[in-house]
């Protein structure tokens, strides 16, 4: 059985609404925004790549990356050649510059898990992210907490009433521009 990780940049307060930039969004670019550049901060983007078998996206998040992503070779050259998933119920087709196995349920995400390979690795994507959690099929969280309370926006945990889910930091890292490094195993 594959896991699934559900990595994010987020605030402290949740959100994790256009962390690099989205025109409709008040606050968009915020993990740059008055933050120093640290590389070390950012060391685990380069092993999630490392390690991934496979990308799973939403719609949203696959239609904003599929321009985009391809045309960064050196950045983004281990998921551009793996693999790529997009759950949505509404995407007609693949976009042919980066394409991607289109998955129609939660249900063929679970199917999907149960396959062989390397970890799932899920990006962006809140309401996907969400649905995952809800489901029980988030196996880790990879998070990258930027010292910045947001108010509104697209938030990573859902909201809906559910039974406590425990976490077991298995990762943590405090850096001078105050990222902190969380990772996180869900508890079964």
């Known amino acids: 059985m594959r896991q699934i990780i559900v990595t994010a940049f987020v605030s402290l307060d949740g959100v994790m609404e256009a962390p690099g930039g989205e025109a409709d969004y008040r ?27 496979a990308l799973l996206l939403g719609r949203a998040s696959y239609e904003a990356f599929a321009p985009v992503w391809p045309l960064m070779t050196e950045e983004f050259a281990g998921y551009n050649a793996m693999p790529r998933y997009v759950v949505s119920t509404t995407l007609k087709e693949q976009d042919e510059r980066w394409p991607a196995t289109i998955l129609r349920s939660i249900d063929e995400v679970a199917a999907l898990k149960e396959t062989e390979g390397g970890p799932i690795s899920v990006h962006g994507s809140a309401t996907l992210g969400k649905s995952l959690a809800d489901a ?12 910045v309370l947001l108010g509104a926006g697209k938030r990573l945990f859902s909201e809906a009433d559910q039974d406590a889910v425990k976490l077991d930091l298995v990762e943590y890292e405090a850096y001078a521009n105050g990222i902190q490094k969380q990772v996180f195993d869900v508890v079964r």
């Open 136 to 147: 029980g099929l988030v196996d880790r969280y990879h998070l990258l907490v930027f010292p």
């Open 27 to 53: 606050n968009s670019g915020w993990t740059h925004k008055n933050i120093e550049f640290l590389p070390d901060a950012y060391e685990i983007k380069g092993r999630e790549q490392d390690e991934a078998g």
